[in-house]
DNA sequence: TGCTATTCTATTGTACACAATTATTTTGTG
DNA sequence: CACAAAATAATTGTGTACAATAGAATAGCA
């Protein structure tokens, strides 16, 4: 697809678009079902960081989910005072903020593993194709350019 | 890919994430470059779409962008005030308000079109690959599930 | 040891998104 | 025609995102 220059702005052919798209789209399927977690798409994509890795600081997390302090900060004041997790500085390094999950946060895992598995079910052959993992190698990309 | 259960909530197995992740990235990309035509990215989206078909409502903008009137109003505010655009009601129909742009707003299309090719150029691949079109049927599915 | 640069989190300000609700207008039906 | 239903924007409330800045703590170095 090689465009002329005046095919070139439109919105059909912005691929930034259909990444746009899709993934407000997507993730206006899973809010409401992780509504029933007490969840939001932002929180759960925290909680899954968390429950693989417990004990990691804010920037780590950050850099899992690329998110910046802006948007965790208040993400994980509101996940603490929901009881899912606790922040305390590091007392080796008073900058670092130290996330751990509290026994309700560990616990919500498996009740989370029922409830995403309708979608999870919806979305298995968008994970089998070769999408998926084209879109994690533009992921890699993206932060190259 | 068939995942066994303890693989299912990995962050790095959400079709979603991926999706969420290039999405962000590439808008963050973008905007420190429409910031010099004094657009955000959905100010972007919107011109894009006006630019293909002047004159239609703030709901056939909605369905073109996936977007509803709770972000449309004051984003067409913000850029009626910018001189881009012009909102007024329908005459024929008085629920109905029709966007037109300026001559600012048409004029604005040249200089957006230089100032994102080098943008497109380094999309090129992506739009060349099977991924755009993988993507754009993935749209089209989200909204039938 | 001081001093400077760096690291890390928090804050501020701007800009979306979207569900739910409201208000207005039009349409469709008995 | 009257009135219920539908269509359309606007409003309200909540929840992100992120750039830019600030502020505290640490590291590195002259």
Redesign the pocket.
Known sequence: MDLANDELLKLDNEVGFALYACS?GL??KY?PVLERLGL????YLAMLALWEQDGI???EL?KKL???????????K?MEKQGLLQ?RRDRE?????LIALTPKGRDLQAKTERTVSALNNTLRLLRESSLFSDLKRLLGELYEI
């Open positions: 407000k993730i206006r809010n939001t798409y932002t929180s600081s804010v920037s950050g690329y998110l910046d302090s802006g948007t965790l900060t208040p993400l994980l509101k922040r390094d008073e900058r670092i903020v």
